[in-house]
């Protein structure tokens, strides 16, 4: 079990926030993964600077981690401070913004902005992860990407200052956002410019039959991080794998699914982050070999690789 970290030279409130030796597995959504040397799960600004304050007085690296779906955590664990975003989730409404902390899922704040009586986001029902998450990756969907409906996003460097930048379409593209290759920065409010409505049953059932599409197509079988690889331009990650036959291919606990061939699984409860980690090497591989094409992953790598 985590424990407290205890030292009388700290303020109260990290006292509180800090704890040692956290399991992260339980974080990640393919459930694997070592420990965070430290944690923290801050739920408001004060706290979120009160801990980047801490670790940078302590020079301590910082890791962030969401909903854990695109990321795949070292079987070693993290170094430093993992800060993990699920308790900064309060919303509220300024007329057509609907404005969000991005550790809530973002499945949930498609339900609480149905409930507001804002629609748009609908489309992107039942994918994985957080709302930070999704916006770090510029998450799409049935030709809805959440870029479309982005207005502004702060965020706090980890200096401990907060920054608001005014969402430009141009600077999004597939999997991609102003933010995909920062390191320095933790997402902590987004704000989305949506339709108001009165017709929110039928918001509702939009949103659910999207939903309901991804369950029927597999996708919430077994514990997964979502697809692996980018699709190459002019192809498919998932028709390349299948196309080398490597559907239902295991290296240890690991397992590319028989759905879907861009996906990797952890079906039997067994896999290491290392025999995903391998399985990913062999795919690439494979592709590379027979198509001269090499994947890139879409997935993060956290910890001590």
């Known amino acids: 079990m985590p424990t407290n970290v205890r030292n009388s030279g700290e303020k109260i409130n990290l006292d509180q926030l800090l704890l040692k030796q956290v399991p992260l597995a339980q974080y990640s959504s393919i459930h694997t993964g070592g420990v965070a040397d430290l944690a923290a799960y801050p739920s408001d600004f004060e706290e979120l600077r009160e801990l980047l304050d801490y670790a940078r007085e302590n020079k301590l690296p910082i890791t962030v981690l969401g909903g854990g779906t ?11 401070l993992t800060i993990i975003t699920s308790h900064l989730k309060r919303r509220h409404v300024q007329g057509e913004m609907f404005c969000v902390r991005c ?9 609480l902005a149905i409930e507001d009586g804002l629609t748009g986001l609908e489309l992107l029902g039942g994918l994985p992860g957080t709302v930070g998450g999704a916006i770090h990756g510029n998450s799409s969907a049935h030709g809805t990407s959440i870029s479309d409906l982005l207005y502004y996003v702060d965020y706090m460097t980890f200096d401990g200052k907060l920054h608001r930048k005014q969402i430009h379409l141009d600077e999004f593209s597939y999997r991609r956002s102003p933010f995909t290759d920062r390191h320095d920065i933790i997402l902590y409010e987004a704000g989305f410019r949506l339709y108001p409505t009165t017709q929110t049953s039928e918001a509702r059932k939009k949103k659910d039959e999207v939903k309901h599409r991804r369950k029927t197509n597999g996708q919430y079988d077994n514990p997964s991080i979502g697809s692996i690889f980018v699709n190459p331009e002019g192809y498919k ?8 036959n490597l559907k239902g291919y295991s290296i240890g606990g690991a397992q590319i699914s028989h759905r879907h061939a861009n996906m990797i699984i952890n079906s039997n409860a067994k896999a290491t982050s290392s025999d995903i980690k391998a399985l990913i090497e062999h795919v690439r591989q494979e592709v590379q070999q027979q198509f001269q094409i090499t994947l890139a992953e879409e997935i993060q790598y956290l910890g001590r690789w």
């Open 103 to 111: 550790g809530l899922g973002l499945d949930r704040a498609i339900d």
């Open 237 to 244: 990650a998932g028709a390349l794998i299948e196309q080398c």
């Open 70 to 80: 695109n990321s795949l955590i070292s079987d070693e664990g993290i170094e430093g």
